[in-house]
T-cell receptor
Framework: EAQVTQNPRYLITVTGKKLTVTCSQNMNHEYMSWYRQDPGLGLRQIYYSMNVEVTDKGDVPEGYKVSRKEKRNFPLILESPSPNQTSLYFC??????????FGPGTRLTVL | SQQGEEDPQALSIQEGENATMNCSYKTSINNLQWYRQNSGRGLVHLILIRSNEREKHSGRLRVTLDTSKKSSSLLITASRAADTASYFCATVDGANSKLTFGKGITLSVRP
């Protein structure tokens, strides 16, 4: 089944404790993105990647890192999480010019 | 940066009625996409319309695109309670395939 998977689905952590949210797709898509969704603000892109070893900042990249060492994986790294990074995070992938496929979301709470 | 802006922000209709949602954008686009999101879940792609297309249908969905007015509309005919969800338009501009989402429309369909 074609899908985007994210792990973990739920995470509660404390300020400053490094964490990684994994994202994987099995559709051989070149393009992958991370978004965060907050009430009243819609979806905002954090980082995106157009292919292996090619990543670029989205609209709200501060406090986040990503890597794209393999085509299928695009982990999101929070080196030192802060409470303002409490949010619902989505990973997505697509082939160029086509619709994005979204993962189920990761709900992160930073205390 | 917000490209698509949906209108209205919230819409409440009776089952069986048609629902019309609008999206306006600012810069030229490659294509425009509509997504649906049930509460707290991942976004699901509904329909994609390219800049050289004016109208597209998919089941009970009809999307129009007016590039001269930089606007699109999504019509859901014969709405059902199960159509209750948030709907987002997203624009794709240029060669980098970056998707920019609006803040979404909350649709409530009363049984």
């Amino acid at each position: 089944e074609a899908q985007v998977t994210q792990n973990p689905r739920y995470l509660i952590t404390v300020t400053g404790k490094k964490l990684t949210v994994t994202c994987s797709q099995n559709m051989n898509h070149e393009y992958m993105s991370w978004y965060r969704q907050d009430p009243g603000l819609g979806l905002r892109q954090i980082y995106y990647s157009m292919n292996v070893e090619v990543t670029d900042k989205g609209d709200v990249p501060e406090g986040y890192k990503v890597s794209r060492k393999e085509k299928r994986n695009f982990p999101l790294i929070l080196e030192s999480p802060s409470p303002n990074q409490t949010s619902l995070y989505f990973c997505a992938s697509n082939s160029f010019g086509n619709e994005q496929f979204f993962g189920p979301g990761t709900r992160l709470t930073v205390l | 940066s917000q490209q698509g802006e949906e209108d209205p922000q919230a819409l409440s209709i009776q089952e069986g009625e048609n629902a019309t949602m609008n999206c306006s954008y600012k810069t030229s686009i490659n294509n425009l996409q509509w997504y649906r999101q049930n509460s707290g879940r991942g976004l699901v792609h509904l329909i994609l319309i390219r800049s050289n297309e004016r109208e597209k249908h998919s089941g009970r969905l009809r999307v129009t695109l007016d590039t001269s007015k930089k606007s699109s509309s999504l019509l859901i005919t014969a709405s059902r309670a199960a159509d209750t969800a948030s709907y987002f338009c997203a624009t794709v501009d240029g060669a980098n395939s970056k998707l920019t989402f609006g803040k979404g429309i909350t649709l409530s369909v009363r049984p």
